[in-house]
């Protein structure tokens, strides 16, 4: 089963930016869909954004689109989140997922079966 590792996070301040990188364990996660979950402080974990395998069109949450941008590299077996003007409500530890089954509910925590420690990302006012 492919492993996932999450890096980049971090404390920064509010309108700063931060790119999270998830690094796969083998090529198969070419074949997977990739996401982006978030849990922040007393609150369930939530998606935030998903990639298809090919990439196509990704998905986002009403929360950070626009201001966040989910992209893979499949030659080197990474997804990252690039988030941009961050903000206090941003702050919470930040998950991927990956699953091999189809698109249909990528928004689904229980559809995914692999997932990454998670990096925490403090966004201070």
């Known amino acids: 089963q492919v492993q996932l590792v999450e890096s980049g996070g971090g404390l920064v301040q509010a309108g700063a930016s931060l790119r999270l990188s998830c690094a796969a364990s083998?090529?198969?996660?070419?074949?997977?869909?990739m996401a982006w979950f978030r849990q922040a402080p007393g609150k369930e974990r939530e998606f935030v954004a998903a990639?298809?395998?090919?990439?196509?069109?990704?998905s986002y949450s009403d929360s950070v689109k626009g201001r966040f941008t989910i992209s893979r590299d499949n030659a080197k077996n990474t997804v990252y989140l690039q988030m941009n003007s961050l903000k206090p409500e941003h702050t919470g530890v930040y998950y991927c997922?990956?699953?091999?089954?189809?698109?249909?509910?990528?928004?689904?925590?229980?559809?995914?079966?692999?997932w990454g420690p998670g990096t925490q990302v403090t966004v201070s006012s």
């Open positions: 997922a990956g699953k091999r089954t189809g698109w249909d509910k990528h928004y689904d925590q229980l559809t995914y079966d692999t």
């Open positions: 083998d090529r198969t996660f070419s074949t997977h869909i």
């Open positions: 990639i298809a395998w090919l990439g196509g069109s990704p």
